[in-house]
């Protein structure tokens, strides 16, 4: 019988992350999304036996994955939890104490979803496939999809699908989506892009080679489930206080809502004003150096070898003194 093998996550511009977080000895690391621990592994073999390597995820199942891969290695810890709610808690902050008592040399933040996540159909992220519609990171906390769903009127829901999928027919497509779910047609991931195709029709966007007409929706309704864009600013500037003088942060986004935030966020903290009139209304403090004026993205040849990568951006910089 033939067996498939579980998804895997291949990690996303991991040249470019080794690259640009280069490790003194006893490095001390801070990864904020371990997922399957791709670029834990290369870290891990680029440092020394005395390198301490902390690893954070919010998935049971990617941490699950992520200590068979590495968990025989005594230099990594890993930690259960969202990175937003990271720096409040006591088994970090006794890591941070015992382990890195002078901040972190590198911080990484591989953001989104995992390929183990959009892949396995019981997760409900996938419009690909049938699974339950629930599309939650950590299935042990917060609404499903459909809950948050049910949540929704038409205007409300619109306004998520237009705000984070930039969804132009976000209110039809809204009111299909309610209309399915009080005729208890939305159970699952498929129904879910009916509702979406019932508004714009797949085949004409599969003809034209554009993407998938549901693309849009779930992304938006995946984003605000996981409360992906809420706290990202504020848990970038906590991590920039995480970091020793001299320490990089590095940061991969997978869509234009994200990495807005993140190049705000970082030129803030570098101390450059982008709000309106050509002066700060009060100088910014600068406490970051930009490593990279503008984002990094794949190689032409990682683009064509692992598709979903085009859209991924890295984002470094560095502690000032
Ligand atoms: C793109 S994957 C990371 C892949 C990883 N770098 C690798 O090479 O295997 C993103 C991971 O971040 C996790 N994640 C997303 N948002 C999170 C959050 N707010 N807090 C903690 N983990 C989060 C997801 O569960 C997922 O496993």
Not at 89 to 105: C, K, N, S, T
Not at 122 to 147: N, Q, T, V, W
């Amino acid at each position: 019988m033939m067996t498939i093998p579980p998804p895997t996550h291949v990690p996303v511009l991991l040249q470019e992350v080794l690259d640009h977080l280069t490790l003194p000895p006893a490095a001390r690391i801070l990864d904020l999304t371990l997922g399957l621990g791709g670029h834990a592994e290369a870290l891990l073999a680029r440092g020394d036996a005395e390198t301490r390597y902390l690893g954070v995820d919010r998935d049971p199942e990617a941490r699950a994955l992520a200590a068979q891969r590495l968990g025989h290695d005594a230099r990594l810890s890993i930690l259960a939890g969202a990175y937003e709610d990271l720096w409040e808690d006591p088994q970090f902050l006794a890591w941070r104490i015992a382990q890195a008592p002078e901040g972190f040399d590198a911080i990484l933040a591989d953001l989104g979803v995992s390929t183990l996540q959009l892949r396995t159909p019981g997760r409900g992220f996938s419009f690909r496939d049938e699974g339950p519609l629930d599309m939650r990171m950590d299935p042990e906390h917060g609404l499903s999809a459909r809950a948050w769903i049910a949540e929704q009127t038409d205007e409300s829901l619109a306004d998520a699908i237009y705000q984070y999928g930039e969804e132009r027919a976000s209110r039809p497509i809204a009111r299909a989506i309610l209309k399915a779910l009080h005729e208890d047609r939305l159970g699952t991931t498929r129904d879910l892009a009916r509702a979406v195709y019932s508004v714009i029709p797949r085949e004409p966007a599969k003809r034209k080679g554009h993407s998938d007409p549901a693309t849009r929706t779930f992304q938006a309704i995946r984003i605000v489930v996981n409360g992906e864009l809420d706290r990202l600013a504020a848990a970038l500037e906590s991590a920039v206080a995480h970091l020793r003088p001299g320490g990089r942060l590095a940061v991969i986004s997978f869509h234009s809502l994200e990495d807005r935030i993140v190049k705000q966020t970082l030129r803030r903290l570098a101390g450059i004003y982008d709000g309106p009139g050509r002066t700060a209304p009060v100088e910014l403090p600068k406490i970051l150096k930009l490593v990279h004026a503008g984002g990094i993205a794949p190689s032409e040849a990682e683009a064509a070898a692992n598709p979903p990568s085009r859209s991924a951006r890295l984002r470094v910089a560095e502690r000032l003194p």
